[in-house]
């Protein structure tokens, strides 16, 4: 019995020292403000950082993107593998390079994401507007997450976009917003700055999480994320590609009869949303194929 009273007043004091410690942590843990720069430049457009609200507006999307640790970690290890496929394609457009950070603000560079209004992939596409642009969205093909088509059809509409209003800013809350819905706002004000005009709340602040990640992704060293280069993630680039039609299309038969499975088949081909494809428009499709040490991580 008084063995047992020894052990358990032990206990009690591991437990309070542990509780201790744990309390001294948490007080050490230093939560800091993040530094905002003094001047900043997106695609080519001034920001004005010197209005006070644009500033608060700014440092709210950067205590917001930097503190959601593991899930901007994972979009900061993920532009290594993304960013060399979308540059060129905004390039193409005569984009500027800075429209890539509106892909990362939609996705966070997650390629399979869906958001709860139904968009899909990188670019966050709705249903209707990719298949008003050419995409193909069923049940089976879903090209929205293709990479390559849809960043060209975000190409596109944001190209529209900045034809209209004559701004990078305005033509990434008409991403957002909608073309309509940022027109009718912009002409009731008689705007022609994004930062002058008012609109609804995920807008105003849309903008500002597009400029906390190209700050963070920048140097992410200043903003207190320590990554390897080991760490970021290699571009998928060892593939070949072929063509597939017919009709009844059985895509892990597909994957068997080149050497591979169906999930990495699913790595390269994100589009490809289930095992089997009817194919009743007679469609040929272009597949990328793992090439040979594909899944061997040469780092």
Request: proline letters at 4%.
């Amino acid at each position: 019995m008084k063995r047992l009273l020894i052990i358990s007043v032990l206990l009690l004091i591991s437990v309070g020292c542990s509780a201790q410690t744990t309390d001294r942590q948490m007080i050490n843990s230093v939560v800091e403000i993040p530094p905002l720069p003094e001047e900043l430049v997106f695609a080519g457009e001034r920001v004005p950082l010197e209005n006070f609200d644009t500033r608060e507006s700014l440092m709210r999307e950067m205590l917001v993107t930097l503190y959601m640790h593991s899930r901007t970690s994972l979009t900061l290890m993920n532009t290594t593998r993304y960013f060399p496929i979308i540059e060129p394609i905004l390039a193409e457009f005569g984009i500027p390079e800075d429209m890539k950070y509106l892909c990362v603000a939609e996705s966070g560079l997650d390629p399979n994401v869906v958001s709860t209004a139904g968009a899909g992939g990188l670019w966050q596409i709705m249903p209707t507007v990719g298949k008003e642009n050419g995409l193909v969205v069923d049940g089976e093909i879903d090209e929205r997450y293709h990479i390559e088509k849809a960043t060209r059809v975000a190409c596109t509409l944001l190209k529209s976009y900045y034809e209209e209003f004559g701004s990078w800013a305005f033509a990434a809350a008409a991403y957002n917003l909608g073309l309509n819905g940022l027109r009718r706002r912009v002409d009731k004000q008689q705007s022609d700055n994004y930062y002058d005009t008012f609109l609804p709340e995920e807008t105003l602040r849309y903008m500002f999480r597009i400029l906390s990640f190209k700050l963070l992704i920048a140097d992410p060293d200043e903003y207190g994320y320590r990554i390897a280069k080991s760490d970021y993630r290699e571009p998928l680039d060892n593939y070949y590609e072929i063509e597939v039609s017919g009709k009844n299309i059985d895509w892990a038969a597909v994957a068997r009869e080149h050497g591979t499975t169906y999930r990495m088949l699913r790595q390269l081909n994100h589009w490809i949303r289930e095992y089997d494809c009817a194919n009743s428009a007679g469609r040929t499709f272009i597949v990328k194929m793992p090439g040979e040490g594909f899944r061997v991580n040469s780092k």
